[in-house]
T-cell receptor, first 109, second 116 residues
Framework: LAKTTQPISMDSYEGQEVNITCSHN???????ITWYQQFPSQGPRFIIQ???TKVKNEVASLFIPADRKSSTLSLPRVSLSDTAVYYC??????????FGAGTRLAVHP | GAVVSQHPSWVICKSGTSVKIECRSL??????MFWYRQFPKQSLMLMAT?????????EQGVEKDKFLINHASLTLSTLTVTSAHPEDSSFYIC????????????FGPGTRLTVL
């Protein structure tokens, strides 16, 4: 299973765009890249998933370069409610996912 | 997306007793369910993978006799913490996957276990 590396923490302010980059150098051909959000004392919530190029939904965008060795989650115009831990995972869905440390995002007023 | 529920949402028990946690996929059939444990300020740690109708596969270091997992149907998996001790106090989260309709795992809300 591909290991991922993310920044431990990030700080931002309301209304700014936040980009969280994840490295996954050993990603396999069949692996998808999935991002989850977790609030304290809650289960993770699916944000976005992609295989290559760019994916966008109503919540976020996911940018994946051609070599797929990294990915960037982009959150447009964050608010205080986006303060959470964000996990980047790679794996062949829907098989088991190994969570890394995640990125603790703090959004300030 | 699909909905996964857990029951109870929190439980307090005495040391030495057993506690059962239920995980249900409410609107799809999950061929595979996963159980995670999360300690404060830490990431989720995968404990085991259960497939409907077969024995669970435990991750290294997880005692299968202590954490009993049953996946008797496509919508229900249970985790029983036997002879619980204070060090078993944690946040237990299940997820469901394996549906052909979805290529992601859906997580339950978690169960907070406190062992006194």
């Amino acid at each position: 299973l591909a290991k991922t590396t993310q920044p431990i923490s990030m700080d931002s302010y309301e209304g700014q765009e936040v980009n969280i980059t994840c490295s996954h150098n050993n990603i396999a051909t069949n692996d998808y890249i999935t991002w989850y959000q977790q609030f304290p004392s809650q289960g993770p919530r699916f944000i976005i998933q992609g295989y290559k190029t760019k994916v966008k939904n109503e919540v976020a965008s996911l940018f994946i370069p051609a070599d797929r060795k990294s990915s960037t989650l982009s959150l447009p115009r964050v608010s205080l409610s986006d303060t959470a831990v964000y996990y980047c995972l790679v794996g062949e869905n829907p098989n088991k996912l190994i969570f890394g440390a995640g990125t603790r995002l703090a959004v300030h007023p | 997306g699909a909905v996964v529920s857990q029951h109870p949402s929190w439980v307090i028990c005495k040391s030495g007793t057993s506690v059962k946690i239920e995980c249900r996929s409410l609107d799809f059939q999950a061929t595979t369910m996963f159980w995670y444990r999360q300690f404060p300020k830490q990431s989720l740690m995968l404990m085991a993978t259960s497939n409907e109708g077969s024995k669970a596969t435990y991750e290294q270091g997880v005692e299968k006799d202590k954490f009993l997992i049953n996946h008797a149907s496509l919508t229900l998996s249970t985790l029983t913490v036997t002879s619980a001790h204070p060090e078993d106090s944690s946040f237990y989260i299940c997820s469901a996957g394996g549906s052909v309709a979805y290529n992601e795992q859906f997580f339950g809300p978690g169960t907070r276990l406190t062992v006194l």
